[in-house]
Every structure is written in structure tokens, then in C-alpha cells.
């Protein structure tokens, strides 16, 4: 089946650990991103990237890292310099204006 | 002024009711309108979108957008429990290196059976 893959679904982080999210999509788009969801603030883009191996900061990209060295796949690390990390992530890839979403990655600290 | 402004609503109706959900925008650059349908704890799903001006039907489902007014709509006819969800419009421009995506806050919407 087409679409976007993101794993884990849910993944629990401890206090100053670093931790990669994955996104892998086989729907042959050139652009992806990378959306923070907390309740009450709808979507932020942390990342996105227009084509391989050349990505630009979103709104919120501060204590995140990303790399797209393949065109489908966009993984999104958080890293111990991220204040408030526990949220929902989404990724998305689109092609012309229209974007596609994966199901999402609930991230804890505990 | 916010780029995309939406009601966060929560929106009540009971079961068979036509809903109405909107955005208004301010970047007249915007040429793709999207609505996505976001389940708890989900990813959100492409529902309709459109290019430029006019009006889309899918089902029970309309799209409308007003560039003039720059405004956009979405109307669910003989709406369902699974309905029940929460409505972003998003908003694109079109062509060149510009793909990045302005969503609305989203519209909680309940369909009560």
C-alpha cells in the first residue's frame, strides 16, 4: 500500500536522552515534514525538506535535528536540548501544494 | 492577523444535521485548500481539497472557497457519529520551492446519535 510510515507509535524517552523518530514514505513525493501537535495549539512545523540531502527549520526547530538522505525517508531526532519534548508528532510528504500525514508518534518523558 | 484563522468551536449537532466549518486567511498567495479529518490520537486525513476558486463535492461532503472573501467552507450533509472528529483547513501556495503548509487550529466537532 501507498503512503507514510511512521514508527514508533509510541516511545517513551528519559530525561537527556536523545531519540530518533522514523518516517518513510513510498508515494514518491519530493517534499516532507516534520509537525509538532499539542492540545489547544494545532500543528507547528518543526522541519521540512523540499529534496534530498537539503532541509530548512520550521517555526519550531530549536532542540530537534533532522537528516533526508534518501527521498523517502525523513527521520526527525529529538534531541536532550528539546525543553518539552512530550507531544504528538506528526510527518507528512506532499507533492504540489496538497500534503499526505502518517499516523503519528506519541513521545513521552518520563 | 493570523494567516489562517479557524473556530475552534467546540461544534454540537445532533445526528442528520448539515455542519458548516470554516477558515479565513490573509495570503492572497494561497492557492491550495485543504480539509483534513483528525480522530483522537490519529494522523490527520485528507478529506477534500481544492485549487484555486470554487466548489468540490465528495459524498456527503462539499468544499467551498471564495478567494474574493478569502474564505473557505466545508459542509457535511446528513452528518454521522462518525462524524465525531476534529476539521483543520490548511492552505498552500502553489509552484516553485513554496510547499510549505499553514493549517487552522482545528474545529472539534460532535455528532450526537
Known amino acids: 500500500d501507498g503512503g507514510i510510515t511512521q514508527s514508533p507509535k509510541y516511545l517513551f524517552r528519559k530525561e537527556g536522552q536523545n531519540v530518533t523518530l522514523s518516517c518513510e514514505q513510498n508515494l514518491n513525493h519530493d517534499a516532507m515534514y516534520w509537525y509538532r501537535q499539542d492540545p489547544g495549539q494545532g500543528l507547528r512545523l518543526i522541519y521540512y525538506?523540499?529534496?534530498?540531502?537539503?532541509?530548512q527549520k520550521g517555526d519550531i526547530a530549536e532542540g530537534y535535528s533532522v537528516s533526508r538522505e534518501k527521498k523517502e525517508s525523513f527521520p526527525l531526532t529529538v534531541t536532550s536540548a528539546q525543553k518539552n519534548p512530550t507531544a504528538f508528532y506528526l510527518c507528512?510528504?506532499?507533492?504540489?501544494?496538497?500534503?499526505?500525514f502518517g499516523q503519528g508518534t506519541r513521545l513521552t518523558v518520563v | 492577523q493570523k494567516e489562517v484563522e479557524q473556530d475552534p468551536g467546540p461544534l454540537s449537532v445532533p445526528e442528520g444535521a448539515i455542519v458548516s466549518l470554516n477558515c479565513t486567511y490573509s495570503?492572497?498567495?494561497?492557492?491550495?485548500f485543504m480539509w483534513y479529518r483528525q480522530y483522537s490520537r490519529k494522523g490527520p486525513e485528507l478529506l477534500m481539497y481544492t485549487y484555486s476558486s470554487g466548489n468540490k463535492e465528495d459524498g456527503r461532503f462539499t468544499a467551498q472557497v471564495d478567494k474574493s472573501s478569502k474564505y473557505i467552507s466545508l459542509f457535511i450533509r446528513d452528518s454521522q457519529p462518525s462524524d465525531s472528529a476534529t476539521y483543520l483547513c490548511a492552505m498552500s501556495a502553489s509552484g516553485g520551492s513554496n510547499y510549505k503548509l499553514t493549517f487552522g487550529k482545528g474545529t472539534l466537532l460532535t455528532v450526537n446519535p
Open positions: 495570503n492572497s498567495a494561497f492557492q491550495y
Open positions: 525538506s523540499q529534496i534530498v540531502n537539503d532541509f
Open positions: 507528512a510528504s506532499s507533492v504540489t501544494g496538497v500534503a499526505f
